[in-house]
T-cell receptor, first 113, second 116 residues
Framework: KAGVTQTPRYLIKTRGQQVTLSCSPISGHRSVSWYQQTPGQGLQFLFEYFSETQRNKGNFPGRFSGRQFSNSRSEMNVSTLELGDSALYLC????????????FGQGTRLTVV | AQTVTQSQPEMSVQEAETVTLSCTYDTSENNYYLFWYKQPPSRQMILVIRQEAYKQQNATENRFSVNFQKAAKSFSLKISDSQLGDTAMYFCAFIPFSTGANNLFFGTGTRLTVIP
């Protein structure tokens, strides 16, 4: 059974640009959550989608958005990139309404220059 | 507010020895799950062990066990017979049932180094 796949693994963008990250959950999983990991702030919850609906959103500006497709794949978009958006972005998938076990991808390392 | 505190930023242990990582949390919820995740240099978060808050029995997974004290809101991880492959960042996390969403609250992590 394939794990959670995040693409791309590495990304370098310039301030002001926008970026789209992709996450393919484990087959059959309907929940996808996104997290931002930085040395200073640790792991912070961005948002979660379940069956194409956003169920919860963390405390991030509106520049951060996401969506989920009917096949449960999810994308995260960040517009007008800032230097502070440099981080490891992790996604997690779960088959449950409440994640009794969340499976993580290897993350996308975004560097904003 | 839901918070998780890991008071040990770094720890080290000799190979084959035992080490305990501390975690405390704060929540007004009564039903929740607690987790320990491991993040090796490969960056992928791997679930080490989980505990249901309504279960009094401490969870055990091979060399990994927890000491869950619900009243004290404490959830420590004990690693026995430490191995070099245990070197990683360890994150304590929990998820309350009431949010109706999969939102894990993480601690700041403990970097564990196993010394040969």
């Amino acid at each position: 059974k394939a794990g959670v796949t995040q693409t791309p693994r590495y990304l370098i963008k310039t301030r002001g640009q926008q970026v789209t990250l992709s996450c393919s959950p484990i087959s059959g999983h309907r929940s996808v959550s996104w997290y931002q990991q930085t040395p200073g702030q640790g792991l912070q919850f961005l948002f979660e989608y379940f069956s194409e609906t956003q169920r919860n959103k963390g405390n991030f500006p509106g520049r951060f958005s996401g969506r989920q497709f009917s096949n449960s794949r999810s994308e995260m978009n960040v517009s007008t990139l800032e230097l502070g958006d440099s981080a490891l972005y992790l996604c997690a998938s779960s088959s449950q309404v409440t994640a009794t076990e969340a499976f993580f991808g290897q993350g996308t390392r975004l560097t904003v220059v | 507010a839901q918070t998780v505190t890991q008071s040990q930023p770094e720890m080290s242990v000799q190979e084959a020895e035992t080490v305990t990582l501390s975690c405390t949390y704060d929540t007004s919820e009564n039903n929740y799950y607690l987790f320990w995740y491991k993040q090796p240099p490969s960056r992928q978060m791997i679930l080490v062990i989980r505990q249901e808050a309504y279960k009094q029995q401490n969870a055990t997974e091979n060399r990994f066990s927890v000491n869950f004290q619900k009243a004290a809101k404490s959830f420590s991880l004990k690693i026995s017979d430490s191995q070099l492959g245990d070197t990683a960042m360890y994150f304590c996390a929990f998820i309350p049932f009431s949010t109706g969403a999969n939102n894990l609250f993480f601690g700041t992590g403990t970097r564990l180094t196993v010394i040969p």
